[in-house]
T-cell receptor, first 112, second 107 residues
Framework: ETGVTQTPRHLVMGMTNKKSLKCEQHLGHNAMYWYKQSAKKPLELMFVYNFKEQTENNSVPSRFSPECPNSSHLFLHLHTLQPEDSALYLC???????????FGPGTRLTVL | GIQVEQSPPDLILQEGANSTLRCNFSDSVNNLQWFHQNPWGQLINLFYIPSGTKQNGRLSATTVATERYSLLYISSSQTTDSGVYFCAVESGSRLTFGEGTQLTVNP
Protein backbone atom coordinates (compact mmCIF):
# COMPACT_ATOMS: atom_id res chain seq x y z
CA GLU A 1 0.00 0.00 0.00
CA THR A 2 1.33 3.42 -0.89
CA GLY A 3 0.49 7.00 0.07
CA VAL A 4 -2.08 7.77 2.73
CA THR A 5 -4.87 5.33 3.53
CA GLN A 6 -7.98 5.81 5.63
CA THR A 7 -10.51 3.38 7.06
CA PRO A 8 -13.39 3.06 7.04
CA ARG A 9 -14.33 4.92 3.87
CA HIS A 10 -17.94 5.31 5.00
CA LEU A 11 -19.38 5.32 8.52
CA VAL A 12 -22.89 5.74 9.84
CA MET A 13 -23.28 6.12 13.59
CA GLY A 14 -25.83 7.14 16.15
CA MET A 15 -25.28 9.97 18.57
CA THR A 16 -24.58 7.60 21.46
CA ASN A 17 -22.07 5.41 19.59
CA LYS A 18 -18.30 5.38 19.94
CA LYS A 19 -16.27 4.82 16.81
CA SER A 20 -12.74 5.46 15.56
CA LEU A 21 -11.31 6.62 12.27
CA LYS A 22 -7.90 5.33 11.23
CA CYS A 23 -5.25 6.89 9.05
CA GLU A 24 -1.96 5.36 7.97
CA GLN A 25 0.77 6.96 5.89
CA HIS A 26 3.41 4.96 4.01
CA LEU A 27 5.52 7.97 3.00
CA GLY A 28 7.94 8.15 5.91
CA HIS A 29 6.56 11.53 6.93
CA ASN A 30 6.84 13.07 10.38
CA ALA A 31 3.70 15.23 10.46
CA MET A 32 0.06 14.15 10.26
CA TYR A 33 -3.17 16.13 10.16
CA TRP A 34 -6.94 15.76 10.52
CA TYR A 35 -9.25 17.98 8.47
CA LYS A 36 -13.03 18.26 8.36
CA GLN A 37 -14.90 19.09 5.15
CA SER A 38 -18.57 19.90 5.63
CA ALA A 39 -20.91 20.30 2.69
CA LYS A 40 -20.44 23.60 0.87
CA LYS A 41 -17.55 24.62 3.14
CA PRO A 42 -13.77 24.67 2.69
CA LEU A 43 -11.58 22.19 4.52
CA GLU A 44 -11.01 23.05 8.16
CA LEU A 45 -7.88 22.00 10.01
CA MET A 46 -8.66 20.08 13.22
CA PHE A 47 -5.40 18.69 14.61
CA VAL A 48 -1.69 18.63 13.78
CA TYR A 49 0.81 16.06 15.01
CA ASN A 50 4.56 16.26 14.60
CA PHE A 51 6.70 13.30 15.65
CA LYS A 52 3.66 11.90 17.54
CA GLU A 53 3.20 15.11 19.54
CA GLN A 54 0.09 17.23 19.09
CA THR A 55 1.17 20.68 18.03
CA GLU A 56 -2.18 22.18 17.15
CA ASN A 57 -5.80 21.79 18.23
CA ASN A 58 -7.97 24.15 16.25
CA SER A 59 -10.61 24.61 18.98
CA VAL A 60 -12.12 21.19 18.26
CA PRO A 61 -14.87 19.95 20.64
CA SER A 62 -13.77 17.27 23.08
CA ARG A 63 -16.14 14.72 21.51
CA PHE A 64 -13.33 14.38 18.92
CA SER A 65 -10.26 12.78 20.48
CA PRO A 66 -7.12 12.25 18.36
CA GLU A 67 -4.43 9.69 19.02
CA CYS A 68 -1.04 9.35 17.34
CA PRO A 69 0.80 6.24 18.58
CA ASN A 70 3.63 6.67 16.04
CA SER A 71 4.54 8.82 13.06
CA SER A 72 2.76 6.48 10.64
CA HIS A 73 -0.62 6.14 12.33
CA LEU A 74 -3.26 8.62 13.36
CA PHE A 75 -6.66 7.93 14.88
CA LEU A 76 -9.71 10.06 15.51
CA HIS A 77 -11.91 8.70 18.29
CA LEU A 78 -15.52 9.80 18.12
CA HIS A 79 -18.11 9.78 20.90
CA THR A 80 -21.50 11.40 21.48
CA LEU A 81 -21.38 13.18 18.14
CA GLN A 82 -24.07 15.50 16.82
CA PRO A 83 -25.78 15.38 13.41
CA GLU A 84 -23.89 18.55 12.42
CA ASP A 85 -20.65 16.56 12.76
CA SER A 86 -21.61 14.67 9.60
CA ALA A 87 -18.86 15.48 7.10
CA LEU A 88 -15.92 14.14 5.14
CA TYR A 89 -12.93 13.64 7.44
CA LEU A 90 -9.60 13.82 5.68
CA CYS A 91 -6.20 12.80 6.94
CA UNK A 92 -2.97 14.20 5.51
CA UNK A 93 0.74 13.88 6.06
CA UNK A 94 3.85 15.87 5.20
CA UNK A 95 7.56 15.38 5.65
CA UNK A 96 7.57 18.10 8.28
CA UNK A 97 5.03 20.78 9.26
CA UNK A 98 4.91 23.35 6.50
CA UNK A 99 5.96 20.99 3.72
CA UNK A 100 3.73 19.73 0.91
CA UNK A 101 0.78 17.79 2.29
CA UNK A 102 -0.63 14.58 0.83
CA PHE A 103 -4.18 13.49 1.57
CA GLY A 104 -5.96 10.21 2.12
CA PRO A 105 -9.27 9.37 0.43
CA GLY A 106 -11.31 10.43 3.46
CA THR A 107 -14.00 8.91 5.65
CA ARG A 108 -17.54 10.04 4.90
CA LEU A 109 -19.27 10.18 8.28
CA THR A 110 -23.00 10.36 8.83
CA VAL A 111 -24.35 10.93 12.35
CA LEU A 112 -27.98 10.03 12.82
CA GLY B 1 -6.20 34.60 10.19
CA ILE B 2 -5.24 34.53 6.56
CA GLN B 3 -8.04 34.77 4.00
CA VAL B 4 -8.06 32.79 0.75
CA GLU B 5 -10.43 33.71 -2.06
CA GLN B 6 -10.92 31.65 -5.20
CA SER B 7 -12.65 32.69 -8.39
CA PRO B 8 -14.79 31.91 -10.16
CA PRO B 9 -16.84 29.78 -7.75
CA ASP B 10 -18.36 27.83 -10.64
CA LEU B 11 -17.17 27.29 -14.19
CA ILE B 12 -18.77 25.32 -17.02
CA LEU B 13 -16.72 24.53 -20.12
CA GLN B 14 -17.04 22.60 -23.32
CA GLU B 15 -14.47 19.90 -23.82
CA GLY B 16 -11.37 21.33 -25.46
CA ALA B 17 -11.70 24.81 -23.97
CA ASN B 18 -9.04 26.55 -21.88
CA SER B 19 -9.60 28.13 -18.46
CA THR B 20 -7.88 30.12 -15.74
CA LEU B 21 -8.66 29.76 -12.04
CA ARG B 22 -7.52 32.40 -9.59
CA CYS B 23 -6.51 32.32 -5.93
CA ASN B 24 -5.97 35.50 -3.92
CA PHE B 25 -4.62 35.48 -0.38
CA SER B 26 -4.55 38.21 2.21
CA ASP B 27 -1.06 37.90 3.71
CA SER B 28 2.43 36.59 3.05
CA VAL B 29 2.60 32.82 2.87
CA ASN B 30 5.38 30.26 2.93
CA ASN B 31 3.88 27.88 0.42
CA LEU B 32 0.88 27.32 -1.79
CA GLN B 33 -0.72 24.14 -3.08
CA TRP B 34 -3.33 23.46 -5.75
CA PHE B 35 -5.54 20.38 -5.43
CA HIS B 36 -8.20 18.68 -7.52
CA GLN B 37 -10.94 16.98 -5.53
CA ASN B 38 -12.57 14.21 -7.49
CA PRO B 39 -16.25 13.22 -7.11
CA TRP B 40 -15.30 10.61 -4.48
CA GLY B 41 -13.65 13.22 -2.26
CA GLN B 42 -10.02 12.37 -2.89
CA LEU B 43 -7.73 15.40 -2.94
CA ILE B 44 -5.12 15.04 -5.65
CA ASN B 45 -1.99 17.17 -5.51
CA LEU B 46 -1.55 19.28 -8.62
CA PHE B 47 1.13 21.79 -7.73
CA TYR B 48 3.28 22.82 -4.79
CA ILE B 49 4.21 26.30 -5.89
CA PRO B 50 5.27 29.02 -3.42
CA SER B 51 6.44 31.18 -6.33
CA GLY B 52 7.16 31.05 -10.03
CA THR B 53 5.64 28.89 -12.73
CA LYS B 54 5.31 25.13 -13.06
CA GLN B 55 3.82 22.95 -15.76
CA ASN B 56 2.49 19.42 -15.71
CA GLY B 57 0.96 18.27 -18.98
CA ARG B 58 -2.13 20.33 -19.78
CA LEU B 59 -1.99 22.08 -16.42
CA SER B 60 0.26 24.90 -15.34
CA ALA B 61 0.36 27.22 -12.36
CA THR B 62 1.89 30.57 -11.58
CA THR B 63 2.27 32.15 -8.14
CA VAL B 64 3.21 35.80 -7.71
CA ALA B 65 3.90 35.86 -4.00
CA THR B 66 4.65 39.58 -3.86
CA GLU B 67 1.19 40.33 -5.24
CA ARG B 68 -0.49 37.56 -3.24
CA TYR B 69 -2.14 35.56 -5.96
CA SER B 70 -1.81 32.32 -7.87
CA LEU B 71 -3.31 31.17 -11.16
CA LEU B 72 -4.08 27.66 -12.37
CA TYR B 73 -4.33 27.19 -16.13
CA ILE B 74 -6.14 24.24 -17.67
CA SER B 75 -5.71 23.82 -21.41
CA SER B 76 -7.67 21.58 -23.77
CA SER B 77 -10.01 20.58 -20.94
CA GLN B 78 -11.39 17.05 -20.74
CA THR B 79 -14.46 15.68 -18.98
CA THR B 80 -12.17 14.02 -16.45
CA ASP B 81 -11.02 17.48 -15.35
CA SER B 82 -14.42 18.01 -13.74
CA GLY B 83 -14.44 18.42 -9.98
CA VAL B 84 -13.52 21.03 -7.40
CA TYR B 85 -10.17 22.82 -7.54
CA PHE B 86 -8.80 24.07 -4.24
CA CYS B 87 -6.04 26.48 -3.49
CA ALA B 88 -4.43 26.21 -0.05
CA VAL B 89 -1.81 28.47 1.48
CA GLU B 90 0.61 27.57 4.22
CA SER B 91 1.47 29.96 7.00
CA GLY B 92 2.68 28.99 10.47
CA SER B 93 2.71 25.31 9.49
CA ARG B 94 -1.04 25.24 8.83
CA LEU B 95 -2.85 25.05 5.49
CA THR B 96 -5.77 27.39 4.92
CA PHE B 97 -8.06 26.43 2.07
CA GLY B 98 -10.15 28.55 -0.24
CA GLU B 99 -13.74 27.64 -0.98
CA GLY B 100 -12.84 26.08 -4.29
CA THR B 101 -13.86 26.39 -7.93
CA GLN B 102 -16.43 23.84 -9.11
CA LEU B 103 -15.45 22.95 -12.70
CA THR B 104 -17.78 21.09 -15.02
CA VAL B 105 -16.49 20.04 -18.44
CA ASN B 106 -19.22 18.95 -20.83
CA PRO B 107 -18.57 16.59 -23.75
Amino acid sequence: ETGVTQTPRHLVMGMTNKKSLKCEQHLGHNAMYWYKQSAKKPLELMFVYNFKEQTENNSVPSRFSPECPNSSHLFLHLHTLQPEDSALYLCASSQDPGNEQFFGPGTRLTVL
Amino acid sequence: GIQVEQSPPDLILQEGANSTLRCNFSDSVNNLQWFHQNPWGQLINLFYIPSGTKQNGRLSATTVATERYSLLYISSSQTTDSGVYFCAVESGSRLTFGEGTQLTVNP
